[in-house]
């Protein structure tokens, strides 16, 4: 049996374009506010195109595959924030992770609405 070697492509070429942007922020913007800004937008724009996917059925399986594994998942960063977290200190660490978890799912919420309001759902 031949092995499907797309998804995997699709992965690494996602993951390539997510962790440039990734590396780019980073460099516009220092950590941790790096962090929380990819972190924040790519939150955003998962909710945008889970919404899209699920409840539309806009994007097939290999966009999926591409934008949401790969670009987004190499995006956001859960090790930066683990490190920064632990770096700052027990309280200003604790603050900032809490933050952090409560601005990606207010990003999911947000993309959710951006799309429902732009379709009129």
């Given at each position: 049996?031949?092995?499907?070697?797309?998804?995997?492509?699709?992965?690494?070429?996602?993951?390539?374009?997510?962790?440039?942007?990734?590396?780019?922020?980073?460099?516009?913007?220092?950590?941790?506010?790096?962090?929380?800004?990819?972190?924040?937008?790519?939150s955003?724009?998962?909710?945008?195109?889970?919404?899209?996917?699920?409840?539309?059925?806009a994007?097939?399986?290999?966009?999926?595959?591409?934008?949401?594994?790969?670009?987004?998942?190499?995006?956001?960063?859960?090790?930066?924030?683990?490190?920064?977290?632990?770096?700052?200190?027990?309280?200003?660490?604790?603050?900032?992770?809490?933050?952090?978890?409560?601005?990606?799912?207010?990003?999911?919420?947000?993309?959710?609405?951006?799309?429902s309001?732009?379709?009129?759902?």
């Amino acid at each position: 049996m031949k092995p499907d070697l797309v998804p995997y492509a699709l992965v690494a070429a996602g993951g390539f374009l997510g962790a440039v942007l990734r590396f780019w922020t980073g460099e516009l913007f220092p950590s941790p506010a790096g962090t929380l800004i990819v972190n924040f937008f790519g939150s955003v724009l998962m909710g945008i195109f889970m919404y899209e996917s699920i409840y539309i059925g806009a994007f097939d399986r290999r966009t999926r595959i591409f934008f949401a594994t790969g670009v987004i998942g190499a995006l956001t960063t859960f090790s930066a924030l683990a490190v920064e977290s632990f770096q700052a200190g027990p309280v200003t660490g604790m603050a900032y992770l809490l933050g952090s978890i409560l601005l990606g799912l207010a990003g999911i919420l947000a993309g959710r609405y951006i799309i429902s309001y732009q379709r009129g759902i």
